[in-house]
């Protein structure tokens, strides 16, 4: 805790003090770009990948960057909530889904369900991604777990594109071209992010 006390401090005197007049803008306004869907590994950092302000991205995290399926319900729901703030309200121009390298949530797919019976509300929420574990073990039934886990990463972010066309407001506008999205893999240990290419089915790096 005391690291944290040591980095508000810091932050306030530095940082804050190197941008106040870009706060004091934000005070009683945000007009975010783009809505930035990420997991909530403590190693994806949304604003230091992409070099961004405060005020530039709207973000929503969850474990393993999951997007549920459109549906009315009276249920607290906070990622579809947060999406549709982003869209209806803000009105983001962009959505990028962005999924990352050694990712727990979607190495979890592919564990003895029993492994994740301690946690009830994980698992639940984990079933959201299990066609990206049925379409892994398709196409790589017989290859080893880091390889099953490589793919997995991939797949569930082109699974949870096909999730955020299934609400109409974002149906509406991304055929109007009036919203883009994106699909970004980042590895951890390199640094790069890679963009889904919907023409070619493939990854590839930006530069």
Known sequence: MDKLKEGIVKFKNIDFESHKNLFTNLGNTQVPHTLFIGCSDSRVVPNLITNTLPGELFVVRNIANLVPPYRETEEFVATTSAIEYAVQIL????????????????????????????????????ELASPVRDKVMQKLEDESVERMEWMAEQINIVEQIKHLLTYPFIADKYIDGKLKIFGWYYIIETGE????????????VIE
């Open 91 to 126: 009105n983001v121009e962009n959505i990028v889904v962005c999924g990352h390298s050694n990712c727990g949530g979607c190495a979890s797919l592919f564990d003895d369900p029993v492994e994740l019976d301690k946690v009830p509300h994980v698992k639940k929420w984990l």
């Open 193 to 204: 992010v890679y963009n889904y290419n919907k023409e070619t089915g493939f990854f590839e």
